[in-house]
């Protein structure tokens, strides 16, 4: 009995493998950052302009195959709302084709700010215009300097505080081949 168990545990030892896909490296200033590789999520735009929240399910051939789900809120039979994968699909996408990664968000989103800063202070700066076009007695030289103000530094905050890694100059992806993929 025990050879039997013995035959088949070398069976299966020998179909089964230890890595099972190869990794992408992104590289900041040839030091790695981060690494992708089976079983990783990646959040990406590609050079087509394709913004892509997917899982990869393997890399083959400096090639990224990509699942992504699409989950939503869906009412059940009492009337309660769960999330459910409504469907899935599937891409591929050379490694050369990613144009940004980009990074996780923590903590407090400046973004959201920048953008209301931005385009309050604008929309201010515009009412000042239009004040200063038709009464001039009542245009405000201070509520327009504030206005800018808030403009510029909506403008700068949004520019600041990047959530993309921009494939390029600073940042690079390097592939690097660990198995052997031919079985594929």
């Not at 899982?55 to 709302?81: A, C, E, S, W």
């Not at 931005?118 to 245009?139: M, N, P, S």
């Amino acid at each position: 009995m025990s050879r039997i168990f013995f035959i088949l545990f070398l069976l299966i030892g020998y179909e089964s493998f230890g890595q099972s896909s190869d990794v992408v490296l992104l590289k900041k200033r040839k030091k790695t950052i981060s690494r992708y590789y089976a079983g990783t999520d990646i959040d990406m735009v590609t050079t087509t302009g394709v913004s892509l929240n997917a899982y990869i399910t393997h890399i083959n051939r400096d090639t990224l195959f990509l699942k992504q789900f699409v989950v939503r809120q869906t009412p059940t039979m009492m009337g309660v709302f769960v999330l459910d994968t409504l469907t899935t699909y599937n891409y591929q996408y050379h490694y050369n084709q990613i144009k940004s990664i980009n990074k996780p968000k923590h903590g407090f989103d400046l973004s959201a700010s920048a953008g209301s800063l931005l385009g309050g202070g604008a929309i201010l700066t515009l009412a000042g215009g239009v004040v200063f076009l038709v009464d001039r007695d009542k245009f405000s030289p201070a509520l327009m300097g504030a206005s800018v103000s808030l403009t510029a530094i909506g403008y700068v905050l949004s520019k600041v505080n990047s959530n993309n890694i921009i494939i390029g100059k600073k940042y690079s992806l390097e592939y690097l081949k660990l198995a052997d993929n031919n079985k594929h």
